[in-house]
């Protein structure tokens, strides 16, 4: 055997001698050329030489001499595969090793490791011999088969991988710093795997990142893997007891990045590959999921396209979102958090609500005091806690410096702690600030897929955060006390809006129907009154806790024709001191129900003694045409309509102009009260109020109450008041 070893090494010294006209490199090519030209001739005689030299080290002038040796040799040389299959890490362990350890512990760890990919064989990838897994174990032991692999599976392409010494040089420091684990008794793993790879060590992750021939992979090792602050390692802290004693997040970003990174033929790491990197005996292989998806949400660097997944140097859509989380304005981020609760609490259009919503009052001067249904919700930063609950008690007692009135018509609904509300809006915040960037950023193919979908998920998380924050109502109990109830943890399934559940929930209680019994009306006349003004009646249902919150003041006038209806008491119209209408026992159209202090209930006997009274007082008409006269046409009493006119008839008449509002009332009497009659009269009616020093914003509110009761619409205009 004539063995020349290190021949690039003693060519490039070799090229500086001169031999005569030519150098010592020349004549040692001739050399070459005639001893393997003899060697060719002869048995039992092999010439072997060795180029370790690699191309990265090579110049253009080693180039040369390379090609010149090669083309020597090749002529008569015959190909040779030195290692193969498992003879390459029976080579690594005879290098590394004095000794594994027992023959049978050897054969005891490959047989339980062998017997996990056999039940699991469907769920690993192909290209490992599963039939012949524990001979595999077995000769690869103490490292796991794909530690040395992946190397010739994907590192051997990469242009600076020094395939023999550079790796030995990686695995003798990867095999110490697992000695000085055991030692101390940090860990015990069964095999040295890649999922336990000491890239937390500066020197053996300078040795990865040399042989990859990429530095600027240290930030995506540091940020997610390996650094004190990484996210392998936050998460691993935050796991459950099984995930956090096998430290599977760190194991599997560590096996994912020898698996993918940089520059390799294939860049990247499938599910299948990182099951088999990381699975040991007594593994739930579910759990690799598990460890990937939590990776997939936290790291910096790791990119992933279907069940495919690399780290690179680029920063992913994570990195970005955290850097524009960093950047937003605390005021916006309370902004956003106040738009998704509005959204929450509002009803779905064309459907009825029951309640005025009033968000995020600031002071108790901000809560309308209306006869009307409210639902309060406060802010979620200034109505937390024991702020919130005196906030309450105070709106439920004033309304600024005032007496509150209606303190039955107020529901509030109060936010818990805000921080995973706050901390949701600020994520949905920065995923929508990415979206807007989204053109100016390079995100690749599956970006900005990838951008839509968190930005939906982000939204989702938002809402399902509002409706987990304010689960507690308060409101005034039948004592006169604060009540509250929690309403347990909540989800958007839970109904089609916040005020839908308050309703639902407010229902179970009987704290709020649809209607009201006449029976209540009597059972709650005030002693000693002898009459009810129908106003006073429905402020009362408003006021006092004694009452249901009724979800519609309509439902009043339908308990009042229904009372009238059943003769439990009459509906009367006083003026002047004098009863001038009684209706008792007679249909009464609710709609002709008037909330006003001329408008009162009677009790039964006295209804019963102004209906015998007879014609001292008028058969029931419709508010507001109320006069003691009888109207221009109206039939008199006993007979037949008689017509007023005679003579040619016109098909309309109509009228504009402008009306003083004192002199509304007789516009009424004389003029329209005579078309009602005729049939056929239709009314449009346009008004402005805009007094020299403005008008307060509750009366804005009072007016939309009063057209709401009168059953038309109850949209106004407001200008804001100018400086």
């Known amino acids: 055997l004539i063995l020349m070893d290190e021949t690039m090494a003693f060519v490039t010294k070799a090229r500086a001698v001169k031999v005569g006209d030519s150098t010592l490199a020349s004549q040692f090519y001739e050399f070459v050329r005639e001893l393997t030209g003899f060697a060719d001739g002869r048995e039992r005689l092999v010439v072997v030489v060795s180029l370790p030299k690699s191309e990265e080290e090579m110049s253009a002038e080693d180039e040369q001499d390379f090609n010149r040796l090669a083309k020597a040799t090749t002529r008569v040389a015959e190909p040779y595969l030195l290692a193969r299959d498992l003879e390459i890490p029976e080579i690594v362990r005879r290098r590394l090793f004095d000794s594994v350890g027992s023959a049978e512990d050897v054969r005891k760890t490959a047989r339980a490791y062998a017997r996990w990919v056999q039940e699991h064989r469907e769920q690993l990838p192909v ?142 790491a499938t599910v299948p590959e990182l099951r088999l990197a990381v699975g040991e005996p007594d593994l739930d292989i579910g759990y690799v999921e ?129 921080g995973a509300l706050l901390e949701a809006a600020r994520r949905a915040l920065a995923w929508k600030t990415l979206a807007d960037e989204a053109p100016s950023l390079e995100l690749g193919d599956e970006g900005p897929r990838q951008l839509a979908e968190q930005q939906k998920r982000a939204e989702r998380d938002l809402q399902e955060a509002v409706w987990r924050a304010y689960h507690r109502l308060a409101f005034l109990g039948a004592d006169g006390g604060l009540v509250e109830e929690d309403l347990g943890l909540l989800h958007s399934s839970a109904a089609e809006s916040m005020m839908a559940l308050v309703q639902a929930r407010l229902r179970q209680r009987d704290e709020l129907t649809d209607a009201l019994a006449p029976g209540k009306v009597i059972q709650s006349w005030p002693k000693g009154l002898e009459e009810w003004s129908t106003k006073a009646f429905r402020d009362a249902v408003y006021a006092s806790p004694l009452f249901p919150r009724v979800t519609r003041a309509d439902a009043l006038k339908e308990t009042i024709a229904r009372g009238v209806r059943e003769r439990l008491f009459g509906y009367a119209i006083k003026r002047s001191g004098e009863y001038v209408r009684i209706v008792f026992g007679d249909e009464l159209d609710p709609a002709d129900v008037d909330f006003s202090e001329e408008v009162v209930l009677v009790p039964e006997e006295l209804a019963r003694q102004l209906q015998e009274a007879g014609p001292s007082v008028e058969a029931p008409v419709p508010a507001p045409a109320a006069t003691a006269e009888a109207p221009a046409g109206a039939a008199p009493s006993g007979g037949e309509a008689v017509p007023l006119f005679t003579g040619e008839k016109v098909a309309a008449i109509r009228w504009r102009g402008r009306i003083p509002p004192q002199k509304w009332t007789t516009f009424y009497t004389k003029v329209l009260s005579r078309l009602v009659s005729d049939g056929g009269l239709e009314l449009e009616v346009e008004f402005e109020a805009k007094p020299p020093g403005g008008l307060y914003a509750e009366r804005a509110d009072e007016i939309r109450q009063h057209l709401r009761e009168l059953g038309v619409t109850e949209e106004i205009e407001v200008d804001e008041e100018s400086e």
């Not at 970003?253 to 020898?258: E, G, K």
């Open 290 to 418: 598990t460890a990937l998806e939590a990776l997939q949400d936290a790291c910096y660097y790791l990119g992933f396209e279907g069940n495919r997944y690399r780290f690179s140097i680029r920063p992913n859509l994570n990195k970005l979102l955290a850097d524009r989380r960093a950047a937003l304005d605390a005021h916006d981020v309370e902004e956003e958090a106040r738009t998704a609760i509005r959204k929450v609490f509002s009803s779905k259009r064309g459907v009825a609500a029951p309640f005025e919503l009033c968000p995020f009052p600031e002071d108790t001067a901000a809560i309308p005091d209306l006869p009307a249904l409210q639902l309060v919700y406060l802010d979620p930063v200034r109505g937390v806690g024991e702020e919130g609950r005196t906030f309450v008690r105070r709106a439920l007692e004033e309304k600024g410096g005032s007496a509150r009135v209606f303190k039955n018509a107020l529901v509030f609904c109060l936010p818990d702690a805000s």
């Open 127 to 268: 290209w490992f011999p599963l039939d012949r897994a524990q001979e595999t174990f077995e000769a690869t032991y103490p490292f796991h088969p794909t530690v040395l692999s992946v190397f010739e599976r994907k590192w051997q392409t990469l242009h600076s991988f020094q395939r023999t010494r550079g790796i030995l040089r990686l695995l003798a420091q990867w095999v110490a710093d697992a000695y000085e684990d055991g030692f101390k008794g940090a860990h015990a793993d069964p095999l040295i795997a890649l999922g336990t790879a000491p890239l937390e060590d500066q020197f053996f992750r300078a040795s990865v990142l040399d042989q990859l021939g990429e530095e600027r992979l240290q930030a995506a090792i540091l940020a997610d893997i390996a650094g004190e602050e990484a996210h392998a390692v936050r998460l691993d802290a935050d796991a459950s007891d099984t995930l956090r004693r096998l430290r599977l997040h760190r194991k599997v970003a560590s096996a994912l990045f020898f698996e993918s990174s940089g520059g390799q033929q294939r860049q990247e």
